[in-house]
């Protein structure tokens, strides 16, 4: 998922794979954990959430191994090691790094005591639950749980207001809870693609960057390593459409040389951009 730019050493400030990624959003969930607006912009509050309304919500579990998770990482994201480039599938990832049956069983115990039904991901690493609202606030310690609606859209969500504890129980045995607290956000990117050959306005080549930027006749060495990543199957990245801007602008021929997918060949504009 993430090639590293040659001489780069290990401990370098550099962007990692997937893993680390996910990381970072559990970590920020974690600490809006106890926070939501009553208001935000295009989300109104409606009112209390009547009590036998279902509710879905995420628990994230522990993960074991990251250790070696870590060295693995860096030995297939290394030049010279012997296991540079022998990316591992998710299925062996997951495998890796799954909490214990005896952890995840106690988990299930608990919440199902509680009156949730739920089920474990496919990755392991976190189980999905429905629930009444009342047997969601009851959960919680009690916390409140109110309907909002979007303006924009005519969405209708329920989340819980402010404050919230989960049963000691559990401590120790849960990263964060997603999915109960915070108001979905509208998309950065709509579903665009990239602009096809004769439509739109195509007037940024490479030549007018250059002339831009005031680069010249500079051209980049041949021991640099570029590397573009998107993540997820919907930001695909097209053989067709790069070869049709290497056609149009005239610019030398190059190959993408590591390739991790699915793609779906409907790219958006900015991981069209990103190969370019």
Known sequence: Y??????VQRGDPVLTHTFIMKTIAALL??????????TTPSWTKVGATPASTKMEFTVALPQQNLDVLDKLF???STPGSASYGKFVSMDKLNSLTAPSSAHVTKVQRVLAEAGMDCSVSGSGSSIRCVGSAAAVSSLLGGAKVNHYKNAQTGAEVH????DYTFPKALQGDVRFIGGLNQLPKPSRHGRTHAV???????????ETIKSFYNIGS????KDITQSAFEFQDLTAWSQGDLT??????GVKSWTV??????????PQAESTLDVQ
């Open 159 to 162: 989340r819980v207001l402010g």
């Open 196 to 206: 096809k050959t004769g439509e739109g306005d195509l007037s940024v080549t490479p």
């Open 74 to 76: 860096w030995d297939v």
């Open 29 to 38: 969930a974690l600490a809006a954990a106890s926070v939501v607006a009553a």
């Open 218 to 221: 500079h051209t980049a060495s």
């Open 2 to 7: 993430f090639l590293r730019p040659s001489g």
């Open 244 to 249: 049709n801007f290497i056609t149009n602008t």
């Open 257 to 266: 040389d590591k390739k991790i997918g699915p793609f779906n060949n409907q």
